[in-house]
């Protein structure tokens, strides 16, 4: 059981580059979500998914595309990245219902804009 | 517009005193709070969590406090170790109709010296 899984764990890109960052879990969990942080800036929600097929907008998602075609992926791209995106992103997990409210987290993608 | 907030950056104690961590909140909608725990390279875990319908709940070492009147919450780390030297996350949530999103604070760096 390897919990959440983050692919890749650090990337560099040039402005203007696109890439997709991959959010594996292996709990059969109904809720994803996909936060970065920055210093100072504890982690803020970019998007999330309550469901396979489903994607909704969090505090922070100018610049950010998600997509969730499988339970178990949730993935999020960066179309054109700019500097500005340079941060440390992490994925989350949790079940759906019940209001426990626990997410788990990957270990996280550090990604470098320049 | 902060709404979780974590004024003190950082704290530094000795090994088997109490550590106590504050979180302040203003959204008087949040009903669930949660503390995670942060080592640096990795994402964070789930530590402990407390209903708004209580005012303390314990788990080992670990004591988390609400106060609702003040809108405030406090994790007391009794006694504290070196190993819990790590950034703690206060986290809070309003019943949205299960969309189960978090707001974090910024966090406070615990130093657990020997």
């Known amino acids: 059981n390897a919990g959440v899984t983050q692919t890749p764990k650090f990337r560099v890109l040039k402005t203007g580059q696109s890439m997709t960052l991959l959010c594996a879990q292996d709990?059969?969990?109904?809720?994803m979500y996909w936060y970065r942080q920055d210093p100072g800036m504890g982690l803020r929600l970019i998007h999330y998914s309550v469901g396979e097929g489903t994607t909704a907008k969090g505090e922070v998602p100018d610049g950010y595309n998600v997509s969730r075609l499988k339970k178990q992926n949730f993935l999020l791209g960066l179309e054109s990245a700019a500097p500005s995106q340079t941060s440390v992103y992490f994925c989350?997990?949790?079940?759906?219902?019940?209001?426990?409210?626990?997410?788990?987290f990957g270990p996280g993608t550090r990604l470098t804009v320049t | 517009d902060q709404q979780v907030k974590q004024n003190s950056p950082s704290l530094s104690v000795q090994e088997g005193r109490i550590s106590i961590l504050n979180c302040d909140y203003t959204?008087?909608?949040?009903?669930?709070f949660l503390w995670y725990k942060k080592y640096p390279a990795e994402g964070p875990t789930f530590l402990i969590s407390i209903s708004s319908i209580k005012d303390k709940n314990e788990d080992g070492r670990f004591t988390v406090f609400l106060n609702k009147s003040a809108k405030h919450l406090s994790l007391h780390i009794v006694p504290s170790q070196p190993g819990d030297s790590a950034v703690y996350f206060c986290a809070a949530s309003a019943d949205q109709g299960g969309s189960e999103k978090l707001v974090f604070g910024k966090g406070t760096k615990l130093t657990v010296n020997p």
């Open positions: 989350a997990s949790s079940y759906a219902g019940g209001r426990t409210y626990e997410q788990y």
């Open positions: 959204n008087s909608m949040f009903d669930y």
């Open positions: 709990m059969n969990h109904e809720y």
